[in-house]
């Protein structure tokens, strides 16, 4: 008596099971919706000069603020108003916006402004001088002459059109 071949089970088909997989990734969807870090952009409009301006008018008084490694210092585009070193490794900032206040208040029909950044300055700290004398808020205009109409965060408006541009 010989050995049988062995038969073989019949094949089941193969099914996919979707229904797991969509678990899966229903879970994972959820979890990364839940740990996604949602950021808000703020866009800063700058007016730049166009080519078809014409002949640029000089204004009686121009702010310029240097940002330096050192300090900041304040000019009026000739000589300069202030020099503010660095306290404690920041800027100082509040002094910044008292002195943009103290000259909006000599110069209230000025709005325009330039910011002046040295190469070794990091570019936050760009950000943070013009945030100090775009605005103020309502006691500090009040106190150095001059009154607007608070934005929606009881801001007044000092400066607002600011260039920025490369310190000599």
Do not use: C, W
């Not at 229904?19 to 870090?37: E, G, K």
């Not at 000025?110 to 605005?135: F, G, K, N, W």
């Amino acid at each position: 008596m010989g050995l049988m071949p062995r038969r073989k089970p019949p094949a089941k088909p193969v099914e996919l099971m979707l229904v797991p997989m969509i678990d899966i990734f229903s879970v994972m969807i959820t979890f990364l919706l839940m740990t996604a870090v949602f950021s808000r952009i703020s866009i800063i409009q700058l007016d730049l000069p166009s080519a078809a301006a014409g002949e640029p008018v000089e204004p009686t008084f121009r702010l310029e603020v240097m940002v330096r490694k050192e300090g900041l210092e304040l000019t009026n585009g000739q000589e300069t108003i202030a020099v503010l070193p660095q306290e404690n490794g920041a800027y100082p900032l509040q002094q910044l916006t008292l002195m943009a206040a103290n000259l909006k208040g000599q110069h209230v029909d000025v709005d325009t402004a330039s910011v002046l950044m040295a190469p070794d300055v990091e570019y936050d700290h760009l950000v943070q001088v013009m945030d100090a004398i775009r605005s103020t808020d309502q006691p500090t205009a009040e106190a150095n002459g001059f009154t607007a109409t608070p934005d929606e965060r009881g801001r007044i408006s000092m400066f607002p059109k600011i260039a920025v541009g490369d310190a000599p």
